[in-house]
């Protein structure tokens, strides 16, 4: 199995920097990609980015141009460098590893979360 264990979270005032850190650990040479994702009270869990094995990144339109996802393999570790933070962007920040294990369908792990709050 993978675990992912998050750090880097916290409170920090508007048009502040953060930046979250997500260690993998177990059958890492199966994780295909990861992502950061948020979930704010209330609402559902969204994407945030994701970077693939090969180092190819996406994001949602709601951080392009703020955040960057980054990878150091060597350490399995990923991280969410946050800039420019909104209040909006307030939520627990959950760091995601998929997974194709041999002889199966790709499989999504989470890990605990981290919260991020910004204030006003």
């Known amino acids: 199995q993978v675990q992912l264990v998050e750090s880097g979270g916290g409170l920090v005032q508007a048009g502040g920097s953060l930046r979250l850190s997500c260690l993998a650990s177990?059958?890492?040479?199966?994780?295909?990609?990861m992502g950061w994702y948020r979930q704010a009270p209330g609402k559902q869990r969204e994407l945030v980015a994701i970077?693939?094995?090969?180092?190819?990144?996406n994001y949602a339109d709601f951080v392009k141009g703020r955040f960057t996802i980054s990878r150091d393999n060597a350490k399995n570790l990923v991280y969410l460098q946050m800039n420019s933070l909104k209040p909006e962007d307030t939520a627990v920040y959950y760091c995601n590893a998929d997974i194709l294990p041999p002889d199966s369908d790709t499989i999504r792990t989470w890990g605990q979360g981290t919260q991020v709050t910004v204030s006003s």
């Open positions: 970077i693939s094995s090969g180092g190819i990144t």
């Open positions: 177990g059958s890492i040479f199966s994780i295909i990609s």
